[in-house]
């Protein structure tokens, strides 16, 4: 699988402004200038250049007080990734969560990480489990990790796949789904299987939960007809 380059950027200032948008989407809350110039390692003017770009473009908004926020545009941005999948997979993962009663998820492949592309919480429940779309963890942790590791062959596997993951791997492709616990979040247990779209990256259909008296087997079958109907659809 392709490892990302390390070396400097191509364009230091669309890495500037990329950096700022991702502190923001981490932080989840507004940040003054300051702050958000800090957090990055930029001098306040720069960062202010850059921001007031971004603004222009709507990726960011500022309050009255001047903090900073992520901007509507980007939901128009992150709505035309992968658009058909997205479309396709909503309803089974809203019907699979209200069924589980847990938060489902997709996640797709980005290099050598895991990104959650798109997230359903149940419609009733009494405690759920928040997944961010967007975020991300590299493919060597948790159970959508493994689901998609299982559908690679070794040679694109990340580099510090040890020999406990590579067994926890082939026992995912042979049983069809993976499990994990404590592992991404603290305390959080995970269900993932498979998604396989035909020309696109593996992909995964999981679901987070903090605890339940469903068995992980009923989990993840409830979870592969949901993979199944995404798939027949694309």
Do not use: K
Not at 46 to 56: C, H, M, S
Not at 187 to 214: I, K
């Amino acid at each position: 699988m392709p490892a990302r380059q390390d070396s400097s950027p191509a364009s230091q200032t669309l890495s500037r402004g990329i950096r700022l948008l991702e502190e923001l989407a981490h932080a989840r809350t507004s940040l003054s200038i300051d702050d958000l110039a800090a957090r990055v390692g930029l001098h306040r003017s720069v960062a202010y250049r850059l921001l007031r770009t971004l603004e222009d473009h709507g990726l960011v908004s500022r309050d009255a007080a001047g903090a900073v926020r992520l901007g509507t545009g980007l939901a128009a941005l992150a709505a035309g990734v992968a658009a058909d999948l997205q479309a396709e997979a909503l309803p089974e993962l809203t019907a699979a969560a209200n069924d589980l009663g847990m938060t489902c998820f997709l996640v797709v492949l980005d290099h050598e990480e895991c990104v959650t592309l798109t997230s359903v919480e149940p419609r009733h429940a009494v405690t759920t489990v928040a997944q961010r779309p967007g975020a991300r963890h590299p493919v060597t942790r948790g159970a959508p990790g493994r689901a998609i590791l299982a559908q690679l062959p070794p040679r694109r596997w990340a580099d510090d796949v040890d020999a406990r993951l590579a067994a926890e791997v082939a026992e995912t492709a042979e049983r069809g789904w993976a499990t994990s616990h404590d592992e991404v979040v603290p305390s959080l247990r995970a269900v993932a299987v498979p998604l396989s779209v035909q020309g696109r990256e593996p992909a995964a259909v999981a679901a987070v939960h903090v605890s339940s008296d469903l068995d992980d087997a009923v989990i993840a079958e409830r979870l592969a007809a949901a993979a199944t109907a995404i798939s027949r659809a694309l």
